[in-house]
């Protein structure tokens, strides 16, 4: 196993590219921080195999045997994210063409097209090199393949294999002309060949192959992760295999897809915001690894796509840094550790970081380390000693994340709302999703991330925040959920299309109009600063609609300009189940009272009614034990009523909790 029964602490450790008389040194350090797993090789292709075929082990050698003496694990990388030069020059025509047609050159990371023969090849010789020497090593704990998949490419490579990848999805040209609609525009195809990647066009593209594309490198990604996987798992099935997934809605991979294909769900989480937002996104991308971890089958000692607990790790964080636009913010003194705690309040096995030591040089020379270039007598390397201890005080702590509310999301949906002949450039499924539950965390209650078809049971409420694809199975889906007496929320944009795509015709919401009792004949985009009024003195913003009422009752309506009066959040009763439909995105404060409302109506509970605004809980619960993490994001002293005993201090807790500014609790309770 990756866990030697502790919770992960440590990061990407880079000592190629530093002297050997450093390294000593680094283990000694990383023994004071308590550091107990360390990313190696991530980017040492060229030190690796300096020129075809020819390896350079030694040093790595010596890096592995001072960690295994040390006490420290090791997440052995294959390198494959940053091809060495030799292989550029050698093989020009694997390196990536943008949509543009240019060609991209030798210079940065990702300098690679996932299609291109000669770089799988490259990229299994070294990993088969490494597996070679290394998979016996006694400090290798973890595979971790390749860094961040998600580089896409235009190349001829390119072009050929998604003809394949289209003829294996769709069979034949006619079923693929009817998915792209090829009618529009004279794009009928009569031959495979006819068919490239979607370049840059005269004007807009096909939104069907769009989406396909992605798809396609989705699964193309995918293929080269398994190649190396299935190698590094011949050569020791004992030791767990996993990639570091990279978020953003540029990213072509479907995460959920990919979790039953590694042992271990694996994320990289940057936040961009520097207010609370980056307390919001924290909470957000947690439930997402661990909504995607239940959807793995090769978990080892852990419950499949049908039960609630997961393996995950939050591979890549940045210690004392936020990256936002335009500058790099640097956190506020105790913000490292509640964020990586709100990792593993919600199921994260520990809380690792890019980078150990900060280089003197590259393109990241700036970027966040634990040990920064003030060297370790730093507030950063003094809070990460702290937040090393603190891991080890919290190893006990197991159990399911306390969730009634699940939210669902679906990549291809994600995708599809990226295409630019939308009614608007600020459609967004990422953004929704983080909307609903930004408002749900503001009122307090627990969230599951669920995709599209998964198992509903205990959940009371769910969320589908324009939820834009939704094909027949998954209308059926959402329609048993709510006869058999679940409650549903959906967002405007929600069900409006199939999966290829294609809209549905008779009116939005398409396929949910029936269970939601509404019928949307017009829809009115909104301008960047523009809102709506709502009477129930809130606003909305982005969108808004010409709402009819097929069943459903009107909760709030707007109030004034063309759709005065007209409905604007409804209610309808369905089978033994409640269905809402909001056709507008409510300001963040009405946004937040109304999924609270909704959530109460349906029987859900905060997970700590008594926490006032600005105290985030969350509870794991196991089979005879919870714990209640709380995580004070004020500037001032809170006290929440609770029981139990604080492992951060060992104390025992009465009748409530002391939080100071900024601090966090975890009681075992009773």
Excluded at 445 to 473: F, K, M, Q, T, W
């Amino acid at each position: 196993m990756f866990s030697d029964g502790r919770l992960c602490f440590g990061g990407d450790y880079n000592p190629e590219q530093w002297p050997a008389s450093v390294w000593a040194e680094d283990v000694a350090l990383m023994r004071q921080a308590r550091v107990n797993l360390v990313t190696v090789g991530v980017f040492a292709w060229s030190r690796l195999e300096p020129a075809p075929g020819r390896y350079t082990f030694d040093w790595l050698d010596e890096v592995l045997d001072l960690l295994h003496a040390g006490g420290i694990r090791v997440a052995l990388a294959t390198p494959t994210a940053s091809p060495p030069p030799w292989f550029s020059a050698a093989h020009p025509g694997a390196l990536p063409v943008t949509a543009d047609g240019v060609r991209l050159h030798h210079g940065s990371r990702d300098t690679y097209c996932a299609a291109a023969p000669a770089y799988r090849t490259a990229a299994l010789r070294i990993a088969g090199a490494l597996a070679d020497r290394y998979a016996h090593h006694p400090a290798l704990a973890l595979w971790h393949v390749h860094n961040e998949y998600g580089t896409i490419c235009h190349c001829e490579h390119t072009a050929r294999a998604f003809r394949r990848w289209l003829a294996d999805r769709h069979g034949d040209l006619a079923a693929l002309n009817d998915a792209w609609v090829t009618s529009f525009w004279s794009q009928h195809y009569s031959d495979w060949a006819q068919i490239s990647t979607p370049r840059a066009t005269q004007y807009l593209a096909n939104p069907g192959q769009l989406l396909d594309f992605r798809r396609f490198w989705s699964d193309t990604l995918l293929a080269a992760y398994r190649e190396q996987r299935d190698l590094l798992h011949a050569a020791n099935p004992a030791i767990p295999i996993t990639t570091n997934y990279v978020l953003g809605d540029w990213v072509p991979v479907d995460h959920a897809r990919w979790a039953a294909e590694v042992d271990l769900v694996a994320v990289d989480h940057y936040p961009s915001a520097v207010d609370i937002g980056a307390e919001e996104q924290t909470a957000l991308v947690a439930d997402l690894a661990r909504g995607w971890a239940r959807h793995g089958n090769r978990h080892r000692g852990t419950t499949g796509p049908t039960g609630r607990a997961s393996a995950w790790l939050l591979m890549e964080s940045a210690p004392n840094q936020i990256h936002t636009a335009g500058r790099m913010h640097t956190k506020e003194p105790g913000r490292m550790i509640r964020h990586s705690l709100a990792h593993v309040a919600r199921g994260s096995h520990g809380a690792m970081f890019f980078q150990w030591r900060a280089p003197t040089g590259g393109a990241e020379r700036f970027h966040s380390a634990l040990v920064p270039h003030a060297g370790p007598d730093s507030r950063v390397f003094r809070e990460a000693t702290e937040l090393g201890a603190a891991l080890q005080q919290l190893t006990e702590v197991g159990g399911d994340v306390e969730a009634t509310v699940a939210i669902a999301v679906h990549a291809p949906s994600g995708w599809a709302l990226r295409h630019p002949g939308l009614p608007s450039q600020r459609l967004d499924h990422q953004q929704e999703t983080a909307a609903a539950h930004r408002a749900l965390w503001h009122a307090g209650h627990g969230c599951d991330i669920v995709l599209p078809g998964d198992p509903l049971d205990g959940y009371r409420l769910l969320v589908l925040p324009a939820l834009y694809l939704v094909s027949d199975a998954t209308a059926q889906w959402v329609r048993e959920y709510v006869e058999g007496g679940g409650h549903l929320l959906a967002t405007y944009l929600s069900a409006v299309a199939d999966e290829h795509a294609r809209v549905r015709l008779g009116g939005y919401p398409g396929a949910l109009r029936d269970v939601l009792g509404v019928w949307v004949e017009e829809f009115h985009p909104l301008a960047e600063h523009d809102h709506v009024r709502l009477h129930g003195g809130g606003t909305g913003r982005i969108w808004a609609e010409s709402l009819r009422l097929t069943g459903a009752q009107v909760i709030d309506a707007y109030d004034g300009g063309v759709l005065d009066g007209r409905p604007a959040i409804t209610r309808h009763r369905t089978g033994a189940g409640t269905a809402w439909y909001v056709s507008t995105r409510p300001d963040d404060d009405t946004y937040r009272r109304l999924l609270d409302e909704v959530a109460r109506s349906a029987g859900v509970t905060p997970v700590c009614p008594g926490a006032p605004a600005g105290v985030e809980a969350v509870r794991r619960r196991g089979d005879d034990a919870s714990w209640l993490f709380l995580f004070n994001h004020t500037d001032s002293p809170q006290q929440v009523p609770a029981r139990g005993t604080d492992l951060l201090t060992a104390t025992p807790v009465d009748q409530v909790v002391q939080l100071t500014p900024g601090g966090v609790a975890v009681l075992r309770e009773h």
